[in-house]
């Protein structure tokens, strides 16, 4: 059988400075450039990895987190599959922010699957810890991390639990093509090579 091809899009929003740019270089590039500039507006980067259940492209947005209201946020949220809400565990301004913006994706995109991430774990001078964040995430029924982007820990297992929602969202929904087809006995069952599941 041919192995899937899955896409996945991907928004990244947290206050400013919280390392969300360090964050998506690290998952496409594997590096992290001390020199990255502020994002102005929004910008993406892609990259398809291998998985066991098939091939995934991951299209990740990063915003700049300056746009205090959100305005800027249903443009690249309404059609993603997974929001990662970024704070730093330094700065309780930063996790502040995010109890605000969690209304906003409530309208926006109640069904995307949220992540909350606390970045910066290799900080000595932490306002928020881990039992905080966690009871955050538990609120918004999210998944939780703790990584540091710059010293590449907890990355890992942030991606793999992206790909899991990428993955079982593709298995879901060709179950349910399957299930479509199965009924509509009078024309030929669908069975697209290369589609967006997500
Ligand atoms: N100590 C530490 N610094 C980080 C980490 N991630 C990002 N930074 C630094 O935090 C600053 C802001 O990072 P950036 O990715 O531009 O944040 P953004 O404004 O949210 O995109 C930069 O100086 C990064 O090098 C981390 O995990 N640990
Ligand atoms: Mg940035």
Redesign the pocket.
């Known amino acids: 059988m041919e192995e899937p091809f899955i896409e996945c899009k991907v928004v990244i929003i947290g206050y400013v400075s919280v390392g969300?740019?360090s964050l998506m270089s690290r998952i496409i590039n594997d590096y992290v450039d001390n020199g990255?500039k502020?994002?102005i507006g929004a910008s993406y980067m892609s990259k398809t990895f291998s998985t066991e259940k098939g091939k995934v492209k991951m299209q990740i947005w990063?915003t700049?987190?300056q746009d205090r209201s959100l305005t800027v946020i249903p443009m690249y949220v309404r059609d993603s599959s997974i929001v990662l809400f970024v704070y730093s565990v330094d700065s309780n301004m930063s996790i502040q922010n995010i109890e605000k913006w969690y209304d906003d994706l409530q309208r926006t995109a109640p069904n995307a699957n949220l992540i909350l991430v606390g970045n910066k774990i290799d900080l000595e001078n932490r306002e928020i810890t881990k039992e905080q964040g966690q009871h955050l995430a538990n609120k918004f029924h999210a998944q939780f991390f703790e990584i540091s982007a710059l010293q590449n820990t907890g990355v890992t297992e942030l991606f793999n639990a992206m790909t899991d929602i990428a993955t079982n969202q593709y298995d879901q929904q060709t179950t349910a093509t399957r299930r479509r087809s199965a009924t509509v006995i009078t024309r030929p069952p669908e069975t697209p090579k290369k589609r967006s599941f997500c």
Do not use: A, N
Request: charged share 25%; aromatic share 0%; no cysteine.
């Open positions: 969300k740019t990255i502020p994002t990063d700049s987190g």
